[in-house]
């Protein structure tokens, strides 16, 4: 049976041939040869965050302030990090965030479609950002066996919302993910002291562009006045979902309904309440909103007030050992977000797969080291605080 961890030992393999791995397996190798490959307004993008990115920190410097204690004597020969979700059994409960700007990541702007291709490959869902260069029906294709999820931002045009959402069902989208912490862009001093916001500049707009009620609302095509579309695009962008927004998003889709950015748990249980099928528990990375804690330390409150719930997780995951202290904490799903993004840029379809097959061997080695046979071990075992 094949184990993720089984990468290691392609990887030394490899070495007895002279072959070494083309792309670090590592994050911080990863972002330094990814910082000096992308376009400066493109990394900056990516990189970067909200205000002095305090909370962008936390999120990353928080894991190191949990721990795991490793259980011995145990038979940890064959590992299972297999997760169902939503009635589908996946091999890992890993998944690719939805990043808007993924299109440019790659050399040839085609950056959605190279993700699809690795989701597929590597076996992880991909959520898909509406802020895509290609179309999301288009991405669906590229996908082939793969699965998706289609993450939402909701317009103010509540009859666009609702086509998006028709069309992800129509394409054999897998869920909609609705991120409710971005009906307006936080303040990012790096993108404002650059003056780069790429959605200004026509980029990731394709879903709106190929949408039949955006084009219905202009005087002529966006390929006949880019600029028209854009500014009719930032007049609709960002409706400020409410609790009453949220009963409507609920009732014009049967696709489970998760929503994104979820960090207190009374907002858990009320979004429960009114029926979405899973809280994903995220602040966005720290892009959009400074001074606030690490997610990963908002992640156990949730997890007790959700039950049964799902609670799927990201912001600040950059290793296998992240990802196995988010899944000790109760986290159904984990998502990867920025580290995909700098595969993507240094090598395609390809580089994606390597930092997924990378981080899924880090994790899929530390459960076999320290004693954790399945998710449901790990889990029970959970993780102490570093410091008193
Ligand atoms: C994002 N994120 C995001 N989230 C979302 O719901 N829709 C989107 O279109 C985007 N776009 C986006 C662009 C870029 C460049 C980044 C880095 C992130 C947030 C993303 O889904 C996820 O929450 C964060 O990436 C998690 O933080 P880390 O782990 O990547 O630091």
Redesign the pocket.
Known sequence: MNQFGDYQNEIYFDGLRGIKPSLPVDFKRLEERASAALPQSVLS???R?CGDEFT?RR??EAFSDWGLVPRMLVDTRVRDLSVDVFGKRYASPLML??????GV?AQDGRGDIATARAAAAARVPM?A???MNDSLETVAEALGEGDAFF?L?TPKDRDLAQSFVRRAEAAGYKGI?V?L??WLTGWRPRDLNDSNFPQLRGV?LANYFSDPLFRAKLAVPPEEDIAAAVRYWASIFGMTVTWDDLAWLRSITTLPLIV??IQHPDDAKRAIDLGVDAIYC??????QANGGLA?IDLLPALVAACGDVPVWF?????SGTDVVKALAMGASMV?????Y?YGLALGGTAGVVHVIRSILAEADLLMAVDGFPDLAALRAAGLRRTRA
């Open positions: 993008y990516v990189q965050g962008q999120n990353v965030c939805p990043i808007g700007v993924i990541c959520i950002s509406t802020l993450q931002y993910v991120t912490d971005t990731a994104k950015g995220s602040n966005h990375g720290g892009r997610s990201d912001s600040g995951i950059r998502g990867v977000g920025r580290p993004a």
